[in-house]
């Protein structure tokens, strides 16, 4: 099966599997390490969650705790993930399949994945850690908790999306052919979901790192919660002020965000291509050294070959899927029923929610309310000026790089690690290195903005830039238009509609950040200047949930509302007349 | 030669096909249509685009629920999926992720055939149409007719009773649709086996006879059934001998009489729009094909036939019956019979300079009632009509139409014209 595919995927199968290969021992050495190693680790792992209660764990600095504590912040990402697949798997097939349910989570997606979701973790802790009484697995599960809820919102949405999208005559085949729902599902919609999961789901791991830090080191009030992590080692080494530490674990996280780019990311995504249903579609998976050397495993190839002997020698069925099966099958049976339940459920949680915020916010007074709106006009202004700044420099660094196909094969990658490298790590250290330069911090949170949210913009202006069809740039070389003159005819027009992409990626970046840089706790000082961030992180602090609830919200609503009444008509804009494939 | 005298295996009666499109509008797709599907025969279906061939096929296979009138499959009333149809796509509709084997395994692993049985079936489907040493290839792969081939051989793997092909051949190229429609013919010759019956809608006339025991022609908007005709030529048949050709000249005048009448007759327009509400349907054609059309029939003299346009411009059949249709409705070409001529103003429009045709065109845009209309709208919104208006204007008055594709006809005469622009962004109609 894997083989199969990976050969396939190549196009490279007879080369390979002809061609003389003598290095076979050694690689299935290799292989049997790994899985050696990956059972160590799941030991380990065991051990510190089921160890008895420790509210306060002391950080160890040294440098030979970090591959434990990355361990620990890997296998957390990791159990998010999976959560978040399955969230996605049942909520965006619900959605798309019920027309009802349609109605009222596509909103609500939207809107979760647009927000700033780093203003709301600090309220979910605080409700995570009231449900939970507080030993290690009830703030683990919390710190995952909050890592699925920087996970799960665009996967769902890229999945629900995917299954709206289904092309008609392959849907039409599936009816003609009799599958059920669940053939359908699986040789049908989740395969041709796959390269948009695949993509998003990029997009959350390394979400997650930009996350890690404040799901892990946790302050509320006088408490103090941190699990052993990465994210918490930096916490306390920017706390204590030790620079060896800080370096360390940025070289860290930058080694993992490289490892699995390399071994992860790039395999699945050319594996993914298999996916593709359009073929005109850029493919450029590259070469791949971990696909070539897995095929060369003699070890893979038998467990492949075991699991297909396994998979056809057919079992009965299951009775109970069989059964469920066909009460989802026949109209007017289990389907509806269990649709319907499931919807008063929803509906049910969502006024309780809603009841409990209007509660909330009831004790926000208007003055209140004022000083939150000045400060969100203060953050506005701070988002809006380093996605400014940001284009300026991305936007003709972006266009060289996209049209040169040797420096975007070079780049690309390096781009898309940097992109992945959450810079959240280090915003407290680069303020302390601006405050040495004599830069306020206000100025210091807008330059932290760049360089957090440059990444989006230049990724997106390169993808738009390779987009620029040859005849278009050969026509305006031909009539000898100047630079100015093709930038302003060809290059900006052209790249468009990925700029507007970048900017509402770039600008959500932002705000989040604005949550990280405008308050800051670092060699035992605390550094703050005014800003609607810094408001949400106060009132976390004092554990003033009315306070904290209405920043959030503001937040959420200044997103949303610029969402509606700029980025979406700048989108239209670029739908209709900037469009190069229309 | 087959006699085909057997009980049909299949028998759709009065079937009646809506679909409700946007703004709650009703659009009639297929109109009491009847037709049976016998044993051993092959049935061709034939008509212009908008005739609901394709949606007669998915009725057929129980895809789709007529509005009115049922599926009788072995006289018994159809309810869901048609169990002896398989169906050959004109987009191959195979799964991309999937090889070759695996697209041909997975419907028979759909119906709980035990490993092995699927393992044999599907390899008899794969050597019966030649794909052997492709199985482990991926569809991207592949050309064209070889991937069609590998949806023959996943619609033949089922073993199905009928074998419903729609427009098979139009995505691959001449050559290839040529092997392949030799090899359906040699496959379905072989009575050992299913097919029994095959149905398939063709773009060409000549394909249409080539395969067909019985071509069926569909014809207009909603479309019904114009009539059936009897193919009783011997296979193999060749398509350039005599008996053929006049197969093929009849069911040009069958076509020609049901799409351009020499006797005009106003489309009935069932709805609650009174007689002087009442507007011409525009067919959906650019100018710059009309204009072509003229420039061709310049070229010959000004008078040419319906048939010999096709295959001189290599423009579909269905395509030139509408072009002409558009110039004839702007006076510029007349239809006596399949004859097509450039009356005195559609000679005066060719030789005349660009502002002159504007000119003509503009005038005679005017003739017709529906650019009137759009120009006293116009008057009354101060110069400035927004789409929504007009569409809902042309949903009313042309209920049978698709009120986004006809607007989008009007921009585009209009703009010709100069009678009229149109802003995109702002979506709104200005004179000129």
Not at chain 1, 340 to 347: F, I, P, Q, R
Request: include cysteine; hydrophobic fraction near 50%.
């Amino acid at each position: 099966m894997i083989h199969r595919l990976l050969d396939t995927v190549w196009g490279q199968a007879t080369n390979l599997l002809t061609a003389p290969i003598r290095h076979r021992r050694w690689i299935d050495l290799l292989v049997l390490a790994a899985l050696v190693g990956t059972l160590a680790a799941l030991w380990l792992v065991g051990h510190q969650w089921t160890s008895v209660q420790r509210p306060t764990v002391e950080i160890s600095l040294s440098v030979w705790a970090l591959p434990q504590y990355l361990l620990l912040s890997l296998i957390r990402a990791i159990a998010a993930y999976v959560i978040s697949l399955a969230f996605t798997l049942v909520v965006a097939y619900w959605a798309a399949k019920d027309p009802r349910a349609e109605r009222v989570l596509v909103p609500i997606l939207d809107i979760l994945q647009s927000v700033p979701l780093l203003a709301f973790l600090p309220g979910v802790l605080l409700l995570m850690l009231t449900l939970f009484p507080r030993s290690n697995i009830g703030l683990e599960l919390s710190a995952i908790l909050l890592l699925v809820t920087c996970q799960a919102w665009n996967m769902a949405f890229s999945f629900y999306q995917s299954l709206k999208t289904l092309p008609k005559d392959l849907e039409e085949t599936a009816g003609l052919y009799g599958f059920t729902w669940l053939q359908k599902l699986r040789w049908l919609e989740i395969p041709f979901a796959t390269p948009g999961l695949v993509w998003n789901s990029m997009v959350s791991v390394a979400n997650s790192w930009f996350f890690l830090m404040s799901a892990e080191a946790f302050k509320a009030g006088d408490k103090n919660f941190q699990l052993p992590g990465v994210g918490s080692y930096m916490y306390t080494a920017v706390e204590q002020g030790n620079a060896r530490a800080q370096v360390y674990a940025i070289l860290t996280m930058l080694a993992l965000v490289v490892l699995l780019d390399q071994l992860v990311w790039r395999p699945v995504v050319a594996w993914s291509q298999r996916f593709q249903v359009d073929e005109n579609a850029e493919v450029d998976p590259g070469d791949n050294w971990l696909l070539r050397f897995m095929r060369r495993s003699r070890l893979l190839r038998w467990l492949e070959v075991k699991r297909n002997q396994r998979l056809h020698q057919r079992r009965p069925r299951p009775v109970l899927l069989r059964r469920a099966e066909e009460g989802f099958k026949r109209p007017g049976r289990l389907g509806p029923w269990f649709a319907t339940s499931a919807m008063v459920g929803m509906l049910a949680l969502l006024a309780l929610g809603g009841l409990s915020v209007v509660r909330l916010l009831a004790d926000v007074s208007p003055s209140q309310w004022l000083h939150l709106l000045k400060a969100g006009g203060a953050s506005l202004s701070r988002v809006l000026l380093s996605t400014f700044l940001a284009t300026l420099w991305t936007l003709p660094v972006g266009l060289w790089i996209g049209m040169s196909p040797k420096w975007s094969r070079r780049l690309q990658s390096v781009v898309q690690v940097a992109a992945a490298f959450p810079s959240s790590l280090i915003f407290a250290s680069l303020i302390l290195v601006f405050q040495g330069l004599g830069i306020g911090l206000g100025a210091s949170c807008v330059l932290l903005m760049v360089l957090s949210t440059q990444w989006y913009l230049l990724f997106n202006i390169i993808a738009g830039a390779q987009t620029i069809p040859a005849d278009l740039r050969e026509a305006s070389r031909a009539y000898r238009l100047s630079l100015w003159r093709r930038c302003w005819t060809l290059y900006f027009p052209a790249v468009f509609p990925f700029l507007v992409t970048g900017w509402v990626t770039a600008t959500g970046g932002a705000w989040n950040a604005s949550i990280i840089t405008e308050i800051v706790t670092a060699k035992h000082q605390t550094l703050r200047t005014f800003g609607l961030g810094a408001e949400v992180v106060m009132a976390t602090d004092q554990g003033s949930m009315p306070h904290l609830a209405a920043s959030a919200l503001l937040m959420a609503g200044i997103v949303v509302l610029f969402n509606r009444l700029v980025w979406g008509p700048l989108y239209r804009l670029a739908e209709t007349r900037y469009a190069l494939n229309r | 030669m087959s006699l085909n005298h057997g009980v049909p295996v299949c028998e759709l009666r009065g079937i009646q096909m809506r679909f409700s499109g946007p703004r709650g509008k009703v659009q009639r797709v297929l109109e009491d249509i009847r037709l049976d599907v016998r044993p051993e025969e092959i049935l061709s279906i034939i008509g212009p685009n908008g005739s609901g061939k394709s949606t007669l096929l998915r009725i057929l296979s129980g895809l789709l629920e007529p509005s009115q009138g049922e599926v009788r499959f072995h006289g018994e009333r159809l309810e869901g999926l048609n169990p002896g149809v398989a169906m050959v796509f004109q987009s191959f509709a195979i799964y991309p992720w999937m090889t070759v084997e695996e697209n041909v395994r997975v419907v028979l692993r759909a119906r709980e055939l035990p490993e092995s049985e699927v393992r044999e079936r599907a390899h008899q489907a794969i050597r019966k149409v030649g794909l052997e040493g492709f199985e482990e290839a991926f569809p991207r792969e592949l050309s064209r007719g070889t991937k069609q081939r590998v949806g023959v051989a996943r619609a033949l793997a089922v073993d199905p009773e009928i074998l419903v092909m729609d427009e098979p051949f139009s995505q691959v190229d001449a050559l290839t649709a040529e092997a392949l429609r030799a090899e359906i013919l040699d496959i379905w010759a072989d009575k050992e086996r299913n097919p029994s019956a095959i149905v398939m809608v063709s773009q060409s006339i000549r394909e249409a006879l080539l395969m067909g025991d019985r071509v069926a022609v569909l014809s207009g908007s909603p479309g019904t059934l114009r009539t059936i005709v009897d193919v009783p030529l011997p296979r193999p048949r060749d398509s350039r001998s005599q008996e053929f050709m006049k197969l093929v000249d009849h069911l040009h005048d069958i076509i020609t009489s049901a799409e351009l009448p020499d006797v005009l007759v106003t489309a009935p327009v069932p709805s609650a729009a009174s007689q002087e509400d009442q507007v011409e349907p525009l067919p959906m054609v650019q100018s710059a094909d009309i204009l072509g059309l003229l420039e061709f029939l310049e070229t010959q003299i000004g008078a040419s036939d319906l048939f010999l346009v096709a295959s001189h411009t290599h423009v579909p059949f269905e395509k030139v019956i509408t072009t002409v249709k558009a110039a004839e409705m702007l006076d510029l070409v007349d239809t006596p019979k399949r004859a097509v001529l450039l009356t005195p103003l559609g000679k005066r429009f060719v030789n005349a300079n660009m502002d002159d045709r504007k000119d003509l065109w503009r005038a005679q845009l005017l003739e017709l009632r529906l650019f009137r209309v759009v120009r006293d709208m116009m008057d009354l919104e101060d110069g400035e009509l927004p789409k929504e208006a007009l569409l809902q204007e042309l949903a009313t008055r042309l209920p049978m139409e698709d009120p986004e594709q006809t607007f989008e006809t009007i921009v585009a005469w209009g703009r010709f014209g100069e009678l009229f622009a149109y802003r995109e962004e702002r979506g709104v109609l200005t004179p000129e």
